[in-house]
């Protein structure tokens, strides 16, 4: 008989001293790949569809869980995106080769660095660059357990992993 397995990233953020290095909070969490996400991986894998070649990472602030049926149409809104970190555009994410059935970034984390005290309550992956942006695809969301609430002196480290493995 077949598992269902669930598809999706699972993200470590960690806050990080900017002065001193030090992590002073880390939190995993696992994400909800949307049907916009799981249908984008299906058609690139098996029917021939174009490869997005860059990701995004999107923070956001508002009260809000992420559903199945968000899209980059809709949530950018319906999260409330965060815009007020350094950069002109979203920051994006590097991943290494996959080996293993992983991908991550884990050589070259994201690191978000806010302009003033903000509170960061989830984080999503979107192919749109611009801070802002409602095209693309939106291919994870993750609703934080606890909010982050960054400011000037420290920095949001994300790790982000993709792991599929055989059942």
Same mark, same amino acid.
């Not at 909800?32 to 070649?53: E, I, K």
């Given at each position: 008989?077949?598992? %269902?397995? $669930?598809?999706?990233?699972?993200?470590?953020?960690?806050?990080?001293?900017?002065?001193?290095?030090?992590?002073?909070?880390?939190?995993?969490?696992?994400?909800?790949?949307?049907?916009?996400?799981?249908?984008?991986?299906?058609?690139?894998?098996?029917?021939?569809?174009?490869?997005?070649?860059?990701?995004?990472?999107?923070?956001?602030?508002?009260?809000?869980?992420?559903?199945?049926?968000?899209?980059?149409?809709?949530?950018?809104? %319906?999260?409330?995106?965060?815009?007020?970190?350094?950069?002109?555009?979203?920051?994006?994410?590097?991943?290494?080769?996959?080996?293993?059935?992983?991908?991550?970034?884990?050589?070259?984390?994201?690191?978000?660095?806010?302009?003033?005290?903000?509170?960061?309550?989830?984080?999503?992956?979107?192919?749109?660059?611009? $801070?802002?942006?409602?095209?693309?695809? %939106?291919?994870?969301?993750?609703?934080?357990?606890?909010? $982050?609430?960054?400011?000037?002196?420290?920095?949001?480290?994300?790790?982000?992993?993709?792991?599929?493995?055989s059942a």
């Amino acid at each position: 008989m077949n598992e %269902l397995q $669930k598809a999706g990233f699972s993200y470590t953020i960690e806050t990080v001293n900017r002065r001193t290095g030090e992590v002073v909070e880390r939190e995993t969490a696992h994400n909800l790949m949307p049907v916009q996400g799981r249908n984008y991986a299906l058609d690139v894998l098996l029917n021939g569809a174009t490869q997005v070649s860059s990701w995004y990472l999107l923070p956001y602030g508002a009260d809000y869980h992420p559903q199945d049926n968000d899209t980059a149409a809709t949530f950018p809104g %319906l999260a409330g995106e965060l815009t007020n970190y350094a950069g002109s555009t979203r920051v994006a994410i590097n991943p290494s080769p996959a080996s293993g059935g992983v991908v991550s970034n884990e050589s070259n984390r994201a690191e978000l660095e806010f302009n003033a005290e903000t509170t960061v309550r989830g984080l999503a992956l979107v192919s749109g660059l611009n $801070k802002g942006s409602t095209s693309g695809v %939106l291919l994870s969301a993750v609703r934080l357990a606890s909010p $982050k609430t960054p400011d000037p002196e420290f920095v949001l480290r994300v790790l982000a992993i993709i792991d599929l493995q055989s059942a």
